[in-house]
Nanobody
Framework: QVQLVESGGGLVQAGDSLRLSCAAS????????MGWFRQAPGKERDVVAV????????YYADSVKGRFTISRDNAKNTAYLQMNSLKPEDTAVYYC??????????????????WGQGTQVTVSS
């Protein structure tokens, strides 16, 4: 059991950067996988990036490779998503998620059992 709260979203222009944070409570983040997912208007929720329990293994969607970086600070019970070179197509609600049963869950949404309520990221051109 873990509670997640995202923050850091907002309205930016193409080319700008944002850093999303995911604060966890109820259980340390140090022993389970975490991920960032997003849902654009009219689209299904999809993976953005995931990280294993230690921060040593990551996965990125092709659309964000080279621009986004997922990280975690287990001592602070916080995960991050650094988003650089933002594009209008990055506009979406971004969700933080945790897979409390696994140290690695990849991009399989069904394996994530704790979700934040999302934070809006809007990128204008």
């Amino acid at each position: 059991q873990v509670q997640l709260v995202e923050s850091g979203g907002g309205l930016v222009q193409a080319g700008d950067s944002l850093r999303l944070s995911c604060a966890a409570s109820g259980r340390t983040v140090g022993s389970y996988a975490m991920g960032w997912f997003r849902q654009a208007p009219g689209k299904e929720r999809d993976v953005v990036a995931v990280v294993d329990w230690s921060g040593s293994s990551t996965y990125y969607a092709d659309s964000v490779k080279g621009r986004f970086t997922i990280s975690r600070d287990n001592a602070k019970n916080t995960a991050y998503l650094q988003m650089n070179s933002l594009k209008p197509e990055d506009t979406a609600v971004y969700y933080c998620a945790a897979s409390t049963r696994f140290g690695w869950a990849g991009k399989e949404i069904r394996l994530y059992d704790s979700w934040g309520q999302g934070t809006q990221v809007t990128v204008s051109s």
